[in-house]
């Protein structure tokens, strides 16, 4: 009985006040309250590099009163270490339970930093984690001119989607694959916040690389319309409204699709696929041009394949 009220006092007392703020790469790493007991830390609205560290992927925590809820952990086991410093300043409750979205490594290299937490993800998220660890590895090692500390970035447990219960705390997750091939997507009832991990990007452009097709992703988004949230927190870029995200992410990847299959619909090279005027509408997007040279490269054989072969994109 004691354990429990003392349990429940030290949710309702403030953490320590902060009296240093939290750096990483020499900037502040800032935590944004979005919602009761919750938060999120917005990554840079850049590429992977070394005057960033990596720090360019969103987190959100949630404060229960049986631990906090971390929801992607960053790009390395260091800066997992500064995210725990500034969580702990917002939450007087250690986290128990890391939930990461997707595969990619800037959502789940920080798991090393939350040793004595859950690990949590689907288990398609898992497989490609596994499939894709050692190339990520080397690839955050080559673009951030860090070392990682590479035994250290372990695979999460599975968990399946549906409603979980997380100590006391509810959560309904759903399996999407839209963006990566493995997306985990979270609603919180209790607050009304979507977390959408890379299945949303806001202000900065969508990552298409590992798209199982950009129809499916529509889709998927379409989906995740019906569940009436009030805020979405997007893998990549400011939380927004749910539908200003959506809206977003959606009329980029539909003039994407429709590009992509009008140039080889002409038989036209890649090349051609490139040397378009991007739309205004997208122009202050960040990494708009950096993001659709990729996905021409990335995806373009998908699309003159499916024309010449009737291949699935
Ligand atoms: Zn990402």
Known sequence: MKTRFLAGLALLT??????????????????QP???????VEGLREELSTS???????????????????????SSPH???ALKTLIAQHSSHPVRWVLNTHHHPDHFFGNAAFDEAEHLTLASTRALMARDREALIDNIERLTGRNLARSHIALPDTIEAGEVT???????????????GGDLVIM?????????????FYQRAAATAHSPGLQQWQEELNELRGLN???????????????TVFDQTAHYLAWLDQHLSDVANEGLGANHALAVEIPDAFNTIALTKYEFTRSVVQLYPRYEARLLWGTPQ
Request: aromatic fraction near 8%; charge should be negative; include cysteine.
């Open 188 to 200: 919180d009832h209790s607050t009304d916040v979507l977390f959408l991990g890379d299945m949303g």
């Open 166 to 180: 997380l100590g006391s705390y509810p959560l309904m997750l759903y399996a999407m694959s839209g963006h990566s």
């Open 79 to 81: 800066f997992g270490e």
């Open 229 to 243: 949230a009030r805020i979405a927190v997007p893998g990549h870029g400011p939380s927004a409204p749910p539908e």
């Open 34 to 40: 979005i919602a009761e007991n919750t938060w999120m």
């Open 14 to 31: 403030t953490p320590l006040a902060a009296s240093e703020p939290v750096m990483f790469c020499e900037r502040p790493l800032t935590a």
């Open 52 to 74: 960033n560290c990596g720090h360019i992927g969103n987190q959100a925590f949630i404060a229960t009163p049986n631990g906090t809820i971390l929801i992607d952990s960053g």
